[in-house]
């Protein structure tokens, strides 16, 4: 990979006043590396956006300051929580004759057969793979090609990847798991539908056989009362008919 250029100025400004830098735009950042004296710099943000999107991690910039340049690789990039905007950038110089150790990125490319028949699902427990290799050699992202996984527990694993190892050694576990197809649906989340789907039936049953509200004290007030408990009585009055012949 072609190193990329970025121009960036010595700053003198340290501490908590390089917030007067970064409202002008520019960015604080140093440069490090193997017997070197670090040096404080400064860049601008558009600038620098613009490379670290090429680069990324992996990609090697040189940075010029004054008439020096440095081939280093961007190794930190500080965020502000909020905005995402960068707030300090650590370079790493580089020997290009020296191999460095990295992490990079994993690319998946494609779409499982198992996915596309919907009969699994496509798991990916790693997405960085450390490798060393010198500057020059080092891959923006490893590809890995997920189309041929056909069946449940097809896996790929780190040893299966397509790297040129006569340039890169890999330094994660070979026997690693990079993608695997998994059950759409587990034993654990099928015991815990089971759950689900019982209490549900059991509250639907209780439900059902529970009176409805206030159906009892309406079949009670429905009703009407005996005439004793009403202190009537259950026979019509009777009007005195003898008295009434005399009157």
Do not use: C, W
Not at 129 to 157: C, F, G
């Amino acid at each position: 990979m072609k190193a990329i250029d970025l121009k960036a100025e010595k700053r003198t400004i340290l501490g908590k006043k390089v917030k007067t830098l970064r409202k002008e735009g520019l960015i604080p950042a140093h440069i490090f590396g193997k017997g070197l004296k670090t040096l404080h710099v400064s860049v601008k943000d558009r600038d620098f956006l613009k490379v670290f999107d090429e680069a990324g991690e992996t990609g090697i910039v040189n940075v010029k300051v004054d008439s020096s340049e440095h081939p280093v690789l961007i190794r930190n990039v500080q965020e502000h929580p909020v905005t995402g905007d960068p707030l300090h950038i650590d370079f790493y110089q580089v020997n290009l004759k020296e191999k460095v150790a990295v992490n990079v990125p994993v690319d998946f490319e494609g779409e499982p057969v198992a996915v596309e028949r919907k009969e699994g699902l496509l798991l990916t427990p790693m997405s960085e793979i450390e490798i060393e290799a010198l500057p020059a050699d080092l891959p923006e992202t490893i590809k890995v090609d997920v189309s041929k996984l056909e069946k449940i527990n097809d896996t790929i694993h780190v040893k299966d990847l397509k790297i040129d190892k006569s340039k890169i050694e890999v330094l994660t576990d070979p026997e690693a798991i990079v993608a695997t197809i998994g059950e759409l649906i587990t034993k654990e989340m099928e015991e815990v539908e089971k759950e689900i789907e019982t209490e549900q039936a059991e509250a639907a049953a209780e439900a059902e056989a529970a009176p409805e509200e206030g159906a009892e004290e309406k079949t009670e007030e429905g009703e009407e009362k005996p005439a004793e408990e009403a202190g009537e009585s259950k026979l019509p009055e009777e009007a005195p008919q003898e008295e009434s012949k005399k009157e």
